[in-house]
């Protein structure tokens, strides 16, 4: 029977604590064989049970953390797929609103083919999803939901922060949304604009500076560049 080489967490924790458990337990046998003078079997017996149960209950430990950060971010994946406003301003806004249509949308003086071709790209879409202007954005639909689409992915990276979650997972889980986040030029220019002119609103810094709104994605985001790039990088030094 061919056994996977991707063994199952408990299945390696099981491993783990074998292996250390036989470790401390033959370095205890063989301290005792070497001076048999220290042999007491009331103390030596307890040393060999103590072991693997101490050994146990720290690997149980290890094991509840990254169950508990696994279900963070399934809790943050299911909450993504079934709020329809959070995956449509995604859609919509982002995943859409690519590099080339939101330099045409910008460009002044636009043909008749031109304006044409953005018309035809959002179609029948609902005027809270459609192109915008990062530094037009006051006041508009579409402020609103791309405030709430990056609060989310805000959360996430303040959660990663506080080490309830792993790079490794949220790659797993939303890289692809964190790869347009990165790539699409409109979110860009939108958090440059925000953290531009938060300064500028004098209300919110007359009895304290009230810190620039998406700090922990922007954190989030520059941690990811460099996670993925590790990553091709070990995976180059894999191939070689």
């Given amino acids: 029977m061919k056994i996977n080489a991707h063994s199952t967490l408990l299945t390696r924790s099981a491993l783990i604590q074998v292996i250390i458990s036989a470790f401390f337990c033959g370095s205890l046998a063989y301290y005792l064989y070497a001076s048999p003078s220290n042999w007491d079997p009331k103390v030596s017996i307890a040393s060999f049970v103590a072991i693997p149960a101490a050994v146990i209950g720290i690997t149980q430990l290890?094991?509840?953390a990254q169950v508990?950060?696994?279900s963070y971010i399934k809790?943050?994946?299911i909450r993504f797929r079934t709020d329809k406003e959070l995956s449509e301003s995604f859609h919509y806004l982002v995943y859409r609103f690519?590099?080339?249509a939101y330099a045409l949308?910008?460009?002044a003086g636009k043909t008749?083919?031109?304006r044409k071709a953005l018309q035809d790209a959002q179609g029948d879409v609902a005027p809270d999803l459609r192109f915008f202007d990062p530094?037009?954005?006051?006041?508009?639909?579409q402020e609103r939901r791309l405030d709430n689409l990056l609060g989310f992915f805000d959360t996430v990276g303040y959660d990663f922060s506080r080490g309830l979650l792993h790079e490794r997972d949220i790659a797993g889980v939303f890289g692809f949304h964190l790869d347009h986040l990165i790539q699409r030029q409109v979110i860009q220019d939108y958090l440059a604009y925000v953290k531009e002119q938060w300064p500028n609103l004098g209300s919110f810094h007359e009895q304290y500076s009230a810190p620039v709104p998406f700090r922990y994605l922007r954190r989030l985001l520059r941690i990811y560049v460099a996670y993925?790039?590790?990553?091709?990088?070990?995976?180059a030094e894999r191939e070689d």
Avoid: L
Avoid at 135 to 141: D, E, H, L, N, T
Avoid at 228 to 235: L, Q, T, Y
């Fill in 62 to 64: 290890v094991i509840s």
């Fill in 68 to 70: 508990q950060r696994a």
């Fill in 75 to 77: 809790d943050y994946a």
């Fill in 98 to 100: 690519d590099n080339s």
């Fill in 105 to 107: 949308f910008k460009t």
């Fill in 112 to 114: 008749p083919e031109e």
């Fill in 135 to 141: 530094r037009a954005a006051q006041g508009a639909p």
């Fill in 228 to 235: 993925r790039k590790s990553e091709e990088k070990s995976a």
